[in-house]
């Protein structure tokens, strides 16, 4: 078992369900929050693919002007720039805090690996009070790809002086658990709601409800970290 836990930030730490007040006053459907976070991946995988980069922040903006198109509904400038920048205040989950206190508890290194640049998930780990429960914060912009290409994934595993066979990656989504078993990495995935695995994805070594029980999992193998 690897001595090494990265975890993936939006969704599977922070809770974008926090952001669905703001879809209803601007939108008049919280629902619209969903559909905006899912043009923002599927535009990210398209980055990805096709190898034309572009940073989260700027994914998030053109995936915010596809949904005004589609729901006849155009925001100003700076409904924009506040809707985007809630995505900087995003609270945590609410087992996150104490599953990273039993972790670390058992001698456990947590690290983060986003696709967000560094600056903002900086800011939001800071803001949700996670960021001094992290040994490391690791952003794809650094690499110019991202998750769920290798190259995020390996970066972090070699400044972390590691392999990725070294690396368990916990995420609350099947693409990126994917990718990470891709690259190499052991993985654990977070049934956050509304998230599911889907049968293509390799099956990852742990399967938990929350944070509290991948704590327990880990503990119940047997497990300790690598030294």
């Not at 690499?143 to 070699?158: I, N, S």
């Amino acid at each position: 078992m690897p001595g090494i836990i990265a975890f993936d930030v939006n969704e599977t730490l922070l809770d974008l369900s926090a952001l669905d007040s703001r879809f209803q006053s601007i939108f008049g459907d919280p629902g619209v929050r969903r559909e905006w976070f899912e043009q923002v991946l599927k535009l990210a995988f398209v980055s990805t693919i096709v190898g034309s980069y572009s940073d989260f922040g700027a994914i998030g903006r053109a995936a915010l002007l596809v949904v005004e198109e589609r729901r006849k509904k155009s925001l100003s400038e700076r409904q924009r720039l506040d809707t985007l920048q809630t995505m900087r205040r995003l609270p945590a989950h609410p087992d996150v805090k104490e599953g990273f206190r039993r972790l670390r508890d058992r001698g456990w290194r947590l690290v983060a690996l986003t696709n967000s640049t560094l600056e903002a998930a900086e800011v939001q780990l800071n803001n949700a009070g996670l960021h001094d429960d992290l040994e490391r914060v690791f952003s794809a912009d650094s690499v110019r790809r991202l998750k769920p290409a290798a190259e995020p994934y390996q970066m972090a595993a070699r400044e972390l002086g590691i392999t990725t066979s070294d690396l368990l990656f916990v995420a609350a989504h099947s693409w990126d658990i994917a990718g990470a078993a891709k690259a190499g990495c052991r993985t654990a995935f977070l049934a956050r709601p509304g998230q599911v695995l889907d049968q293509l994805t390799p099956k990852p070594a742990f399967t938990a409800a929350d944070l509290g029980d991948l704590a327990d999992q880990l503990m119940h193998v047997g497990h300790e970290p690598a030294e």
